[in-house]
């Protein structure tokens, strides 16, 4: 008997076999046959159909798997895609280094006064330098805190003047201080001839009473620190122990060294000095008054000195006894000369003879070879006296220069930024920059776009110097294409900072300045450029400037194609009459009445076309002739859509415009709730007076913001971006010249008088800064371009040259009037007295004055 076909399916379940009992008929066979087949039939059907539904369910399932799969995964991008943009903002741009000589790789600049917060102080271009530097105080001004110990340069100290006279920003420098009775005199000469780690240097310190009034003594303080991650160790070397007292140390930067004390001059009244653990470089001032005391002499003749050896903190033995912080006090009887040399003695063998940096009339005559020189080197330069200025508006300018080359640091940290998809601030990377400063006593630090203006005045004294800072800018280009605008960087830098100014937002942009400085390389130094190392800095550069324009160029872009507004503005503020607009470097310039991403600002289209036109140059000068930016250009300049978009058909001016009323007011808001505190009960309750608050008196709406002319307004004609024959350029020309508008006897004002925000506070506690004050770096623009359009001929090159003339004069002889006055540059100028006002000394951008002088633009 066969067994069914369908019986060896595994899948299907096993039936009975049924045969055909014997004598049946065939057709009764074929019945049960046909039973048995049905029966059959419909037991595979039904195992098929149960087969086919847990396939249906099999794949059902694999489908919610695969969704719930895609789900996650989209989930996991969303947020890997968050963190992507979270980490773009510190993220450095992936391009080669523009730095490639720094450190022990450039002896000749290692060392330097790059230390420009302080009176006087030196250190090298290492991340972790070991730096040295002077303090100084007489006991008769010695106060509370250790107030009267001259430090950091601080506008609080109320000195007489102070300022770099000689500074060639490689080789040596010499200052001025005058801190009544007392003038003292810093200078310091470098010898790097076959040595190592930069070489060896002397520095002088001379101290003269110039009134014989008063105090007869003063008390200097020569110190060396280390950095906290400096990796080396310092140590006083006594009198007992070497006939030339000092500090011996070594550092991995440095390799071995001494540093000696040698007095020339005058008569030491009583030595002493500290050799501790100072818990910062921000804290060595507090370090040093925290452990004075009082000693006498044999003669009974009382002093206030330092203890010497001290390894414990706040009374608690230190769990580093080696010292970072050692200071040499030498209280002397004025006249008195030190003379402080510093010597590498690294890569000599033992009981070899090594040289010594020159002291005494050995120095003197050093520095006054140098002097020499760089006078020299002034006059080639700028050609002062052939253009017939004095002796005096000559060494104005000289100290000017040397302010600027002075005023050069050297900083290392990480500045702490935040984006709109970081929730709280985050380190920058760490990194170097060599950079001049706005102030050494309020701005010791360096700013993006100050530096642009800076660097068309070190250009022209040294063209590898200025490569150099905008080398270091450049290495601080995110993967975005931005450049935080102020850079913050070490912790005695940030000492410097107040909290709400720290954090870089990378929404926020500055004025692109470096493009007018590289616009000057290209038009007077093209030659210079053109050797190899410096057409290699360039090729470097341009991809970075290609990153950095492409960041202004859509951040900042506004709603309508050819229009950009400073972002940062802050549109909720009730504090502020017109809210800032710090980005634009311009800060409490007024603008649109209510910030909204609909503005326009015209400052802002004038320094892209500037940049575009500059990228066009300079991609043609490294062969690359990029279209693109001379369509930009031409574009931005076009001067017809440039009046439909920004001038005002009423007033003619080219303006902001926005959402915008004049009627607005700061007045107190009506008093909080009157309190009574312990001492008033009783009595009358106390009523807190709130802070004044905006308040807006007529709605505005949007349109040109026409009653705001000033600095903004002539943006088009500081940036050379009107036609020559343009009647706009005639009508400013015309309004700048106006005294009730922006001309002044002392140079262009910042905002027309007419103007309803003229001198106008913004805050309560907040004075006017840019509503009408003089500021030299905008009327350094202003001269320039009337140069420029009075040289082409046309209906308004009479007016410029003449307007040219006055201004120039205007400007140069107050600036330099006020320095006679008062000791200082200052960082703006009164426009109805032509007083200094602001900082001081503000040898920034103010410092300009020595190329209006020159007539270098």
């Known amino acids: 008997m066969a067994r069914n076909a369908g019986g060896t399916n595994n899948n299907t379940p096993k039936t009975n076999v049924t045969s055909t009992p014997p004598g049946a008929s065939a057709s009764a066979a074929g ?102 530097g002077l303090m100084w105080y007489t006991p008769s001004n010695l106060g509370p805190g250790g107030h009267g110990i001259r430090h950091w340069c601080d506008l609080g100290d109320n000195l007489d003047g102070y300022g770099w006279t000689h500074h060639d920003g490689r080789s040596f420098g010499m200052q001025k201080i005058h801190d009544l009775p007392f003038e003292i005199k810093t200078s310091f000469v470098k010898y790097s001839t076959d040595k190592q780690f930069g070489g060896d240097w002397t520095a002088r310190i001379s101290v003269r009473n110039t009134t014989r009034a008063w105090d007869r003594s003063i008390s200097l303080i020569w110190y060396v620190a280390l950095d906290e991650r400096s990796n080396g160790h310092i140590k006083y070397v006594s009198d007992e122990k070497s006939p030339e007292p000092g500090v011996y140390g070594e550092t991995q930067g440095l390799g071995e060294f001494q540093v000696r004390f040698h ?7 009583h030595k002493s000095y500290l050799s501790t653990v100072a818990p910062s470089l921000s804290m060595l001032k507090e370090t040093i008054f925290s452990h004075f005391r009082a000693f006498a002499n044999k003669n009974g003749n009382r002093f206030i000195g330092l203890p010497g050896e001290i390894v414990s903190q706040n009374g608690l033995p230190s769990t580093n006894p080696e010292p970072n912080f050692i200071a040499i006090q030498i209280t002397a009887e004025v006249d008195f000369t030190l003379d ?30 140098k002097i020499a020189e760089f006078e020299k080197r002034f006059e080639d330069t700028f050609q002062l006296s052939a253009k017939g200025f004095g002796a005096e508006e000559i060494r104005f300018a000289r100290n000017s220069l040397s302010n600027m080359i002075g005023g050069i640091g050297y900083f290392y940290g990480a500045s702490r930024v935040q984006s709109v998809h970081t929730q709280n601030p985050v380190p920058y990377w760490k990194a170097p920059l060599y950079t001049a400063v706005p102030s050494r006593s309020f701005f010791p630090r360096g700013f993006l776009w100050d530096e642009g203006f800076h660097g068309l005045l070190i250009s022209s004294w040294d063209v590898d110097i200025e490569l150099d800072i905008i080398s270091h800018w450049f290495d601080l280009l995110n993967v975005e294409g931005w450049i935080p605008r102020e850079q913050i960087l070490g912790t005695e830098a940030l000492a410097k900072v107040p909290e709400e100014f720290v954090t870089q937002r990378n929404s926020h942009a500055n004025p692109p300045t470096f493009f007018l400085t590289l616009r000057k390389l290209l038009t007077q130094h093209k030659q210079q ?57 311009l800060d409490d310039y007024p603008r649109a009445s209510h910030p909204t991403d609909r503005e326009r600002h015209v400052d802002l289209r004038c320094w892209i076309a500037l940049a575009a036109s500059v990228m066009a140059e300079l991609s043609t000068l490294l062969g690359k002739d990029d279209v693109k930016y001379y369509e930009t250009a031409s574009y931005l300049t076009d001067n017809e859509l440039l009046n439909k978009l920004h001038l005002d058909p009423y007033s003619e001016h080219y303006t902001d415009w926005g959402l915008h009323t004049d009627s607005v007011v700061l007045k107190h808001p009506p008093p909080l709730t009157p309190q009574r505190t312990g001492a008033q009960r009783g009595g009358a309750p106390h009523q807190q007076q709130p802070e004044k608050q905006r308040y807006t008196l007529n709605p505005p709406d949007f349109k040109f913001v026409d009653t705001m002319f000033g600095y903004v307004s002539l943006f088009p004609l500081l940036l050379e971006q009107l036609d020559h024959d343009s009647s706009s350029l005639g009508k400013l020309l015309h309004d700048m010249r106006d005294p009730k508008l922006l001309w002044s006897n002392y140079g262009l004002r910042s905002l027309s008088k007419d103007s309803p925000m003229y001198m106008k506070r913004n805050t309560e506690h907040d004075p006017p800064y840019w509503r009408g004050p003089i500021w030299i770096n905008i009327n350094y623009l202003a001269v320039k371009a009337l140069r420029h359009y009075g040289k082409i001929n046309g209906p308004h090159a009479e007016a410029a040259r003449k307007i040219y003339g006055e201004l120039r004069d205007n400007l140069i002889k107050n600036i330099f009037r006020q ?18 006002k602001g900082c001081n000394p503000f040898t920034g951008w103010s410092g300009l004055v020595v190329l209006l002088m020159a007539e270098q633009f």
């Open 529 to 585: 450029l053109s050797q190899k190392g410096r057409f290699a800095t360039l090729e470097r550069l341009y991809p970075r400037l290609q990153a950095w324009f492409n960041w202004y160029n859509t951040t900042q872009r506004g709603e309508i194609l050819g229009t950009y507004l400073w972002r940062g503005r802050n549109a909720s503020t009730l504090r502020e009459l017109n809210p800032k607009s710090l980005s634009s470097g």
């Open 819 to 836: 320095y006679q006055r008062t000791g200082y540059i200052w960082e703006q100028y009164d426009d109805t007295t032509g007083e200094g």
């Open 340 to 369: 402080i040399t510093y010597q590498s003695t690294s890569g000599f063998a033992l009981g070899e003879s090594i040289p010594k940096p020159p002291t005494g009339r050995a120095y003197t005559d050093s520095l006054q070879a």
């Open 263 to 269: 007095a020339v001059k005058g008569r030491i009244l």
């Open 31 to 132: 019945a049960a046959a046909a039973a048995t087949s049905a029966k059959h039939k419909r037991s595979t059907t039904n195992s098929r159909s149960f087969s086919f539904q847990l396939l249906s369910s099999k794949l059902i399932l694999d489908k919610w798997k695969t969704l719930i799969g895609c789900v996650c995964l989209a989930i996991a991008s969303y947020f890997g895609y968050l963190g992507y943009l979270e980490t773009r903002v510190n993220t450095p741009y992936d391009n080669q280094k523009m730095v490639l000589r720094t450190g022990l790789d450039d002896p000749e600049r290692y060392w330097g006064s790059y230390r420009p917060q302080t009176y006087f102080g030196m250190k090298t271009r290492d991340p972790h330098s070991l730096v040295m």
